[in-house]
């Protein structure tokens, strides 16, 4: 699998009038500053499962972790004396990892037709080498202002993660919960901010689904999809001005299945809230509408009858 880790994805724009004394008693004059970041990190993955008995799995899969991180700056005085500021800064990471995962299910807990699963994750913290170099854009053609080996080459920790979740299920209905931790507190990135302080990470969600489906009977098309809802709470791993930067987000989605049931379309609408408005900080809100696609189709076979 390929799969994205982080999402470095902003852009902060101000613009406005320099005083008499920041210009050194000359005209006031207008500027404009704009800085975005993009990019992120990346994990590809190859997994291997292993059944220990009837009810009981285990499964590893080691991993590569990439990605670059870019922040463009550009500022600009209204003034032929002050010459634009325009430069990238991009820093890379490449690091090797891992993860362990446990599963265990119990059918007939409450009734002969429940099942109840436990599962457990846990990925390694990760030793990457992280590469910094700036540059920028003159006459069309790319000038390095800074290569690597003015910064040097440092090592970035990321993060131990660690998981469990539980699910029951009874007949066509699904009540699941799950638990996501973060050990961000022992986090040192490439750059030092005494504004910034990074907290462990705990997420809690709890979700439900539920389809009318029954193989035995001609059910309308409502009564086949599948409906899903669910709840989450995220502390975030910053603080900021002595704040925590937490989510609340509320979702509520449909699956629709194939004619076998085994792969489906699924759309979600996801709505809540993150940070907050105490000491000058932001609260955003969020509307976000996903789709996926569950593949889980046997391929390159062809039946025969005999």
Same mark, same amino acid.
């Given at each position: 699998?390929? *799969? ?36 992120? *990190? ?55 990892? /891992? ?40 006459? /069309? ?28 299920? *009874? ?16 986090? @040192? ?11 462990? #990470? ?9 389809? %009318? ?29 002595? @704040? ?27 709505? %809540? ?6 000491? %000058? ?16 189709? *046997?391929?390159?076979?062809?039946? #025969?009858?005999?």
């Amino acid at each position: 699998s390929l *799969l994205p880790v982080t999402n470095y994805n902003y852009r902060v724009f101000d613009s406005g009038t320099l005083s008499e004394d920041q210009v050194q008693g000359a005209e006031p004059l207008s500027f404009e500053s704009e800085m975005t970041g993009t990019g992120g *990190l990346n994990r590809m993955e190859i997994g291997a499962g292993y059944r220990i008995s009837r009810q009981f799995y285990i499964g590893v899969a080691p991993a590569f972790y990439f990605g670059t991180l870019e922040r463009q700056v550009n500022y600009s005085i209204e003034s032929d004396e002050y010459i634009p500021i325009d430069y990238n800064q991009k820093t890379s990471y490449t690091g090797f990892g /891992g993860q362990i995962g446990l599963m265990h299910y119990q059918t007939g807990v409450v009734t002969p037709n429940d099942m109840v699963s436990f599962a457990a994750t846990a990925s390694l913290p990760v030793e990457m080498n992280a590469e910094r170099r700036v540059e920028t854009l003159e006459e /069309g053609e790319t000038k390095t202002l800074r290569d690597a080996d003015y910064y040097g080459q440092q090592t970035i920790q990321y993060p131990l993660e660690m998981s469990f979740g539980i699910m029951y299920g *009874l007949n066509n209905f699904r009540l699941t919960s799950d638990v996501y931790y973060q050990n961000w507190a022992s986090y @040192e990135p490439f750059d030092f901010n005494e504004n910034v302080n990074y907290i462990d #990470r705990f997420r809690i969600g709890l979700g439900a689904e539920y389809s %009318g489906y029954n193989p035995n009977v001609q059910g309308s098309f409502f009564q086949d999809l599948i409906y899903r809802a669910g709840i989450s709470y995220d502390t975030g791993n910053l603080e900021l001005n002595n @704040e925590t930067i937490n989510t609340m987000r509320a979702s509520v989605g449909i699956g629709i299945p194939t004619q076998q049931r085994t792969s489906s379309f699924n759309i979600n609408f996801d709505y %809540g809230n993150r940070g907050t408005l105490a000491n %000058g900080l932001i609260r955003e809100n969020i509307y976000e509408v996903r789709l996926s696609f569950n593949l889980s189709e *046997l391929m390159f076979f062809r039946p #025969r009858l005999r």
